[in-house]
């Protein structure tokens, strides 16, 4: 029989790589720009020469991933993001200048804020789109100068194993490095004394990392997930919204954080919103089980999850329409591809509503008012995306201030988290802190406070130094007023 490694045996290798990073970070001392932009640069050199390696990786992953959507969805996210991180670290690396307090500042007192790398970050990505989690926070993690440790998700082994190989073709273990394991190994992981640990992934891993990580008062980032709502208004064109909502859910087939999770559509619009999802799901994927281009659930535990979704919904006698064009079977377990479901007004007690879907469902909910939909948004805890189709902008506007998430597109989906000048990150359970930009390299940076003073003794000089006198007395009382 087989025994599970001791935590010692586990921890070992980690902590010697974490010790390595952290000796030769200081040792380097200050991070050059040179050293910084020459570190993107092998990042982009690794993912554009390798991508059809990469492609083929996260295809035998999943079973069924269409190279195309490893390309838009990991590499060329993945590449923009280095590349914008490139293109702007010249002026983020100069600081702050800020305000020295009256009358110092008048003597030649200067104050300043002077962004330096924190050290060793740890990096805990997702299955769900295995490369782009990686480079996205790695970007700004070494734009920052810092050294990093990166565990994979054990769910894309193929995936991690090729970027743990590619990582040591491109750079030394002291600079950034891959570890592999299960969750034996993310358990260690996150109990590293790291001077930053960003997370992503499930909201309930994500709280055993934050405790494992308290206990060294290691900086956290936690990027979760949730239940993102889509709120489809009466202004506008039904058809265009269901377009562009059914291209949203059926990207990665809905195992994106922030997929759309149920939509609010007008009643008196119920029925010709579910058509226009049908005659649109009919041109993106007018065949499911046999189609490249449909992305299969990562594995038939996640398969048995969704499905079951599904069927609950049946047995309680909810509508469930299957965008399903050509009528496919798709018990298969072995494929795990789920046709695209719609779920038509469940009620709150069901899984569907309760559960992140995180799959190839999306739940529908009929309304009459706009604040029906706000109360309802609100009563939950705050979703990582959300989104608003109308072309009303008093609505749009009272809907945006009168709600809270990580972050919204208006009339499209996902497209905030393209942008890398947005800072992407999430609100109570779908995440704390955030990265991506400006925001992501102060994230990885400690802001240092640096205060000159100026040429004139003003403490002597004012009479503020013992002993005390009436002179300060009348400065406290000119000073201490409404």
Known sequence: MSSQPSIDSVLAPLQETLNLQREAFVREGEVALETRIDRLNRCIAMLVDHQKDICAAVNEDFGCRSRHVTLMTDIFTSVGSLKFVRK??????????????????????RARIQYQPKGVIGIMTPWNV????IFSPLADAIGAGNRVMIKPSEFTPKTSELMQKLFRDYFDDSEIAIVTGGAEVGAAFSSLKFDHLIFTGATSIGKLVMKAAAENLTPVTLELGGKSPVIVSDSGNIEEYAEKIIAGKGMNS???????????????RLEAFISACKANINTLY???MDNPDFVAVINERHYDRVKGYIDEAKEKGVRVEALNPAGEGWSDRSKHKIPLHLIVDPSDELSCMQDEIF????NIKPYRTIEECLSFINQRPRPLAMYYFGND?????????NSIAGGVTVNDIAMHVSCDDLPFGGVG???MGNYRGFEGFRTFSHAKSVFTQGFVNLAKLAGTLPPYSEKVDNMMAQQIKK
């Open 130 to 133: 295995p490369v782009n989690m």
């Open 393 to 401: 902008k008093i609505e749009r506007e009272h809907v945006l201030a």
């Open 359 to 362: 799959g190839p469902i999306l």
């Open 88 to 109: 702007n670290l010249k002026k983020w690396m100069k600081g702050e200048k800020r305000s020295a307090p009256i009358p110092m500042n008048l003597f030649g007192a």
């Open 429 to 431: 359970h779908s995440g």
């Open 286 to 288: 007018p065949t499911i």
């Open 254 to 268: 809905g195992q994106l954080c922030i997929s759309p999770d149920y939509c609010f559509v007008p009643a008196s």
